[in-house]
């Protein structure tokens, strides 16, 4: 509005923002989260917050037609009508005959996060060892003196020592991006993950039955078997970490590491979970339905040279936020 003295003036308009909390279920259709959203009466764009808050747990690409999901989310509306979601309080995933996973916001300025029932969290991007419980038995180093050729020889990865045979699992959920016989590496198999990075695993014995270029894999899902192909000595599992096309050492991912909760947070965090339980509880889950799996993405054809990722001791061998949402919030 113009003034008496001919300037504009302005006043401060009440938008109503507020904060709701919303619960309810879902049933993933095998193809859209959002649409499956969407179908169960939940505005679009949960998508987001649902990521952070199982970030390191599970990733969405691991979720399967027919899996059902309780949530927990708050709500911003302007001037009562939706506007986004802030962030997810708890949530329950439900996959067939597997126990549920429930995941809690704990609110806190210094130990606070999204952690299991537990009390739980894992570090940033919730790497895993690809054999669990196998000792390192050589670590990354880039200028690692080799000691028969007397010269620098990079040793591009961490080295696990396992007997033929055992079971490889990939480090994280991703594509496969190469399978293959790949020189000093022998038997191949590479990983792309989100946020530029890539994995490798070298020497394997032989390759998981049907994996192909393209295929999405889940978190230790198994890609290969340990074995001694190519450029080795014995056998052990080669593993390598590509960040944006660059060698990084694989320990620095905090490999199985996870966030636990310290004692004096338990009480607390106990009743928050108590809390989110019986309202997880008290929402209705979708009827289970047979339901066919998503096609899978038919991905790219191999590269025709892939790096060299092994390169052991001796030559020969046998060929994710949005704001934290608060701990409550209003009903």
């Keep these: 509005a113009t003034g008496d003295d001919g300037y504009l003036k302005g006043k401060k308009l009440d938008l109503h923002v507020a904060r709701n909390q919303v619960r309810r279920a879902l049933r993933y259709d095998g193809k859209s989260l959002n649409q499956s959203a969407v179908a169960a009466g939940f505005d679009p764009g949960i998508d987001g917050v649902l990521a952070k808050a199982l970030s390191g747990h599970m990733t969405l690409s691991e979720l399967e037609a027919g899996d059902r999901l309780r949530l927990i989310l708050q709500e911003v509306t302007v001037l009562g009508e939706f506007s986004r979601y802030a962030g997810v309080e708890a949530v329950e995933v439900v996959r067939g005959n ?4 429930r995941i809690y916001y704990y609110n806190h300025p210094t130990e606070g996060g999204y952690f ?5 969290a894992p570090y940033e991007g919730g790497w895993r060892k690809p054999i669990p419980g196998a000792p390192v038995t050589s670590k990354f180093n880039m200028t690692r003196m080799h000691p028969v ?18 079971p490889i ?20 198999v590479k990983v792309e993950h989100p946020g530029g990075y890539e994995t490798g695993y070298a020497h394997l014995s032989r390759f998981a039955e049907g994996l192909k270029v393209g295929d999405q894999v889940k978190r230790m899902q198994v890609v290969g078997y340990c074995g001694s192909t190519g ?30 909760l310290p ?43 892939p790096d060299v990722e092994g390169d052991d001791e001796l030559p020969g061998g046998s060929a994710p936020p949005a704001a934290a949402p608060a701990a409550t919030a209003a009903t």
Excluded: C, Q, W
């Design 98 to 101: 597997d126990k549920p996973l």
């Design 169 to 188: 699992g990939a480090s994280a959920p991703g594509r496969v991006s190469f399978i293959g016989y790949a020189g000093p590496s022998g038997n191949l």
């Design 149 to 166: 050729l007397k010269r620098v020889v990079p040793h591009t990865g961490t080295d696990f020592g396992a007997p033929i045979g055992v």
């Design 116 to 120: 299991d029932g537990t009390g739980r």
């Design 263 to 305: 004692p004096s947070h338990r009480e607390t965090f106990g009743e928050v979970k108590r809390k989110y339980d019986e309202l997880l509880d008290a929402i209705p889950l979708p009827e289970v339905t047979a339901s066919a799996p998503a096609a899978p993405d038919a991905g790219d054809p191999a590269r025709d040279e």
């Design 231 to 260: 450029r080795s000595t014995g056998p052990h599992l080669h593993f390598t970490v590509k960040k944006d096309g660059k060698f990084i050492d694989p320990e620095s991912l905090n490999l199985d590491g996870m966030r636990v």
